[in-house]
């Protein structure tokens, strides 16, 4: 097992171009997430998904965004008409939910987006 | 709003003394806490958690302390060793509204020989 896998690592891009991102989960973990990181803050909820279903959105999550996973393993992250403000580092994440438990979740190194 | 604030932006500590990070937050309907360490260019990685039933956890070198009447917890690190510097997130979740982290913005440790 390699960990969460994300991709690409870097990508830089004008404004008002879309954006896709990559996450391959931990392949056990059934919950996925994502996560945004700006400069000098700690990781911010986007959304998660419990197999193929998208079960929570924060209000950050903006309609510009959008996020899949289709068969319940990997998911892409959309971003479209990217803006300035959307430059940070977006974190996928996986854990294992077993009834009650949900073990804690697993970072990958995350893509971090420039806008231009 | 900041649910979680680690109030301490960053903190040096020589090689062998005692670390100890702390973190506030303010809902009280937050059972599970957890502790992330972050090196530069990675992602968060998992260290240690408590749920809101114990008031203590160990994990070789990390302890960490929760005292839910002062809604705070704290991370020991002891010894200290310079392979520990990085920032440290505390992480907050109440599991009966959805499983999204609240993160505090992080203490960066810098551990000198």
């Known amino acids: 097992d390699t960990g969460v896998s994300q991709n690409p690592r870097h990508k830089i891009t004008k404004r008002g171009q879309n954006v896709t991102f990559r996450c391959d989960p931990i392949?056990?973990?059934?919950?996925l997430y994502w996560y945004r990181q700006t400069l000098g803050q700690g990781p911010e909820f986007l959304t998660y998904?419990?197999?193929?279903?998208?079960?929570?959105k924060s209000r950050l999550l903006s309609d510009r965004f959008s996020a899949e996973r289709p068969k319940g393993s990997f998911s892409t992250l959309e971003i479209q008409r990217t803006e300035q403000g959307d430059s940070a580092m977006y974190l996928c994440a996986s854990s294992l939910a077993v009834g009650s438990y949900n073990s804690p979740l697993h970072f990958g190194n995350g893509t971090r987006l420039t806008v231009t | 709003d900041q649910q979680v604030k680690q109030n301490s932006p960053s903190l040096s500590v020589q090689e062998g003394r005692i670390s100890i990070l702390n973190c506030d937050y303010t809902n009280s309907m937050f059972d599970y806490f957890l502790w992330y360490k972050k090196y530069p260019a990675e992602g968060p990685t998992f260290l240690i958690s408590i749920s809101s039933i114990k008031d203590k956890n160990e994990d070789g070198r990390f302890t960490v302390f929760l005292n839910k009447s002062a809604k705070h917890l704290s991370l020991h690190i002891v010894p200290s060793q310079p392979g520990d510097s990085a920032v440290y997130f505390c992480?907050?979740?109440?599991?009966?509204?959805?499983?999204?982290?609240?993160f505090g913005k992080g203490t960066s440790l810098l551990v000198t020989p």
């Open positions: 998904f419990q197999n193929e279903a998208q079960l929570e």
């Open positions: 992480a907050a979740r109440n599991s009966n509204s959805g499983y999204a982290l609240n």
């Open positions: 392949s056990e973990h059934n919950r």
